[in-house]
């Protein structure tokens, strides 16, 4: 690994978080407006333990192959197995050191929508090192969930506690991971009550209730159990 990041020709290391950028579309648009799909430019995107590396990688390739302006790039998926808060974070700015202390004089762009790396980069820049964060606006999901916003269907609020204690009895070990899994475990568990249409709903009001009452904590879509 360390002999891949040595690469003289590189002056650009783009370090993704796939857990803010984990619509492929949205993210090599992204990209390419920035102009890092070249072979000057090496992108890693750190794929969460939560995510398929595969389905992710395969997706961005095929609808870089659909670009009109199609060009040699260097985009490398790495799946990050451990779990925790912030578990992604720490792997992202240790690798960004790593790279760094072996190629100071090219730039270094951290893409992630959360502001855990602000010291990382205020650090790296007092040492004259060129180092910044840039956001990824997913246009298409905020589409998505403004219209979700529009549909938004009744909770009946008497049947929420009845689905949290449907999550509690499972293992701590064997409860969603991700806020879609729970969606599906509330359908699957709660047909009566939990639909297509308004499964998003329930999930949301379950959580908000678990997480005032401290018994999970959520962080970029992933759920850590307490």
Not at 42 to 52: S, Y
Not at 119 to 143: D, M, P, W, Y
Not at 204 to 225: F, M, P
Request: charged fraction near 25%; hydrophobic fraction near 35%; charge should be positive.
């Amino acid at each position: 690994m360390i002999d891949f990041f040595q690469t003289l020709h590189i002056k650009k290391f783009v370090f993704a978080d796939a857990e803010n950028a984990n619509n492929p579309k949205a993210f090599i648009d992204f990209c390419n407006k920035n102009n890092y799909l070249n072979l000057d430019t090496q992108i890693t995107c750190f794929i969460g333990a939560n995510q398929n590396q595969n389905t992710w990688y395969t997706n961005a390739v095929k609808y870089i192959q659909t670009l009109k302006k199609q060009s040699s790039f260097n985009l490398t998926p790495i799946r990050i197995l451990t779990q925790g808060e912030n578990a992604l974070d720490m792997v992202i700015a240790s690798y960004t050191g790593l790279v760094m202390g072996q190629n100071n004089n090219a730039e270094f762009i951290i893409v992630s929508n959360d502001n855990d790396y602000a010291s990382v980069i205020e650090h790296f820049s007092t040492l004259g090192i060129k180092i910044h964060r840039e956001k990824i606006e997913q246009n298409a999901l905020k589409t998505k969930k403004n219209s979700s916003r529009k549909t938004n269907h009744k909770v009946d609020e008497n049947k929420v506690p009845q689905l949290i204690q449907s999550i509690l009895k499972i293992d701590k070990e064997k409860r969603p991971k991700t806020k879609m899994t729970l969606e599906n475990v509330l359908k699957n568990n709660n047909r009566d009550v939990v639909k297509n249409k308004n499964s998003k709903d329930y999930a949301d009001a379950v959580l908000k209730v678990l997480i005032s009452q401290k018994k999970v904590s959520l962080q970029k879509n992933t759920l850590y159990w307490k």
